[in-house]
């Protein structure tokens, strides 16, 4: 059974930081895309950025350079970086898997202006 467990959510001022965690469990993780989705109220769910093993990461236009996301596979662990956060940013930040597709419950980020 495939777990994606989020961490790292919470709430912070306009231009600062966090860095979100997902541990991967039940995958085979250098078998599958990793990446990591948002949804705010009334909106869609978004694509925030992607990796895979090997190749460049996939961003969504609205990043600009602001976040990084990268994987350990040592750790079976994907990571968000986020800088300089805007209130727009406002989401839920959903942890995701290409093989199996597979979704975590999700971390709550709060940027307050």
């Known amino acids: 059974q495939v777990h994606l467990v989020e961490s790292g959510g919470g709430l912070v001022h306009a231009g600062e930081s966090l860095r979100l965690s997902c541990a991967a469990s039940?995958?085979?993780?250098?078998?599958?895309?990793m990446g990591w989705f948002r949804q705010a109220p009334g909106k869609q769910r978004e694509l925030v950025a992607r990796?895979?093993?090997?190749?460049?990461?996939i961003y969504g236009d609205f990043v600009k350079g602001r976040f990084s996301i990268s994987r350990d596979s040592a750790n079976n662990t994907v990571y968000l970086q986020m800088n300089s956060l805007k209130p727009e940013d406002t989401a839920v930040y959903y942890c995701?898997?290409?093989?199996?597709?597979?979704w975590g419950q999700g971390t709550q980020v709060t940027v307050s202006s």
């Open positions: 995701w898997a290409s093989f199996p597709y597979s």
């Open positions: 039940g995958i085979i993780f250098s078998e599958s895309a």
């Open positions: 990796i895979v093993d090997t190749g460049r990461p």
